[in-house]
């Protein structure tokens, strides 16, 4: 299987700050990473495909960049719907795996 | 547009067979392009593949779970299931159901998950 690894763990920020991701996998996956923004209680929610395409309907302050093992979620201005837990998942070969989750919480 | 609804038994005892089954509104299974899968979550924790079914009834399992685990399809319900036997309290999570874009290989959308707690 390949692993997915996220970094931070957590992280506390405050609204306008830019905030940024990082996941990485065991091994190359290209570009076959999503990243998902859960909310308590609610299922995950897809922000960003193939590494760096953005979901529609999903605010262009989210973006996603990186390939091969090394990836990047980037909020340029954190608003306070943002809050919230993101996931990394890659779709490079099976069984699908998630990295463990970044929640992101108010300063 | 598509939407995905869990169901089933919010209450299982350890040892039997979890049975989910996943309703796809506003969309057709058979029509293709798509995997139908089945997540879960751990309360508080991480998200766990548990694996996916075409429409043709081909599926693909986590090994992890795959001496348990069954996927099945009922094109004319326009409906998926999930059987996981020898349930334990490990098992005890939120189940989501998925869409998986063949291609792009994205996920969704997603039901709106469904609490299973195993215990007696």
């Known amino acids: 299987d390949i692993q997915m690894t996220q970094s931070p763990s957590s992280l506390s920020a405050s609204v306008g700050d830019r905030v940024t991701i990082t996941c990485r996998a065991s091994?190359?996956?290209?570009?076959?990473l999503n990243w998902y923004q859960q909310k308590p209680g609610t299922a995950p929610k897809l922000l960003i495909y193939?590494?760096?395409s953005l979901q529609s309907g999903v605010p262009s302050r989210f973006s996603g960049s990186g390939s091969g093992t090394d990836f990047t979620l980037t909020i340029s201005s954190l608003q306070p719907e943002d809050f919230a837990t993101y996931y990394c998942q890659q779709t490079y070969s099976a069984p699908r795996t998630f990295g463990g989750g970044t929640k992101v919480e108010i300063k | 547009q598509v939407q995905l609804q869990e169901s089933g038994p919010g209450l299982v005892k350890p040892s039997q067979t979890l049975s989910l089954t996943c309703t796809v509104s506003g969309g057709s299974i058979s029509s293709g392009g798509y995997y139908w899968s089945w997540i879960r979550q751990h309360p508080g924790k991480g998200l766990e593949w548990i694996g996916y079914i075409y429409y043709s009834g081909s599926t693909y399992y986590n090994p992890s779970l795959k001496s348990r685990v069954t996927i099945s399809v009922d094109t004319s319900k326009n409906q998926f299931s999930l059987k996981l036997s020898s349930v334990t309290a490990a098992d005890t999570a939120v189940y989501y159901c998925a869409r998986e874009e063949q291609q792009q290989n994205w996920f969704d959308p997603w039901g709106q998950g469904t609490l299973v707690t195993v215990s007696s």
């Open positions: 091994q190359s996956i290209s570009r076959y």
């Open positions: 193939l590494a760096s």
